[in-house]
């Protein structure tokens, strides 16, 4: 029993964090990670229960990295779209890990899915400082700033199209920009014009 031991749970969550890296999560499976460990899967029952123990703690990885990358550039003067660039960045450099943490079925409604960001209070903090935004209005600017961040980062890791750093960067700016301008134009006439038409022939 002593030998079964040898191999830690550490090592066994580095080594499905790998997988999924490489292969995503639908190739993790006990043969496939004892094979990365080199030994039986008798070790890796030992210290685990299931797979899905194992499946969670990656997700949990998965989550830290996600972090780590949003962190990056978070003190800089556009906070904001550093950190969508960076969501973005994830996505390219780490298109398995992206998808095990956003790619999951949810049937939430948009605003549900971002607050249960484990970015979001972050995120807010960083829109209230930039834009002096209220709770309401943030989570409303940040949904159509994320449906296009998103969207960008979901056909990159799909590999679906690709897109320069310096396209990325300008989808970016000119959202954030428009977005701010519609706010103000929000408070015209012409805009409850234009609501008030909604629907109609």
Known sequence: MAGIAKTTKEDILEAAYE???????????????????KCSTQPIMYQFSSMEEIKKEVLKKAVETYKSYMSKGINEEFAYK???????RLAKEEPNIY??????KTNLTVENFMLEDR???KIEKVISKQTKMGKDEILSFHKKMWLLTHG?????????????DEEIDMFLTEEFVALMKLEEFKKTDEWKKIISSKGKK
């Open 19 to 37: 997988i999924v890296r490489k292969k995503g999560i639908d190739s993790l499976n006990a043969r496939a990670l004892a094979k990365e460990l």
């Open 82 to 88: 550093s950190m969508g660039y960076n969501y973005i």
């Open 99 to 104: 998808k095990l943490v956003f790619s999951t």
């Open 119 to 121: 970015f979001y209070e």
């Open 152 to 164: 960008i980062a979901s056909l990159i890791a799909d590999k679906t199209c690709s897109f320069t």
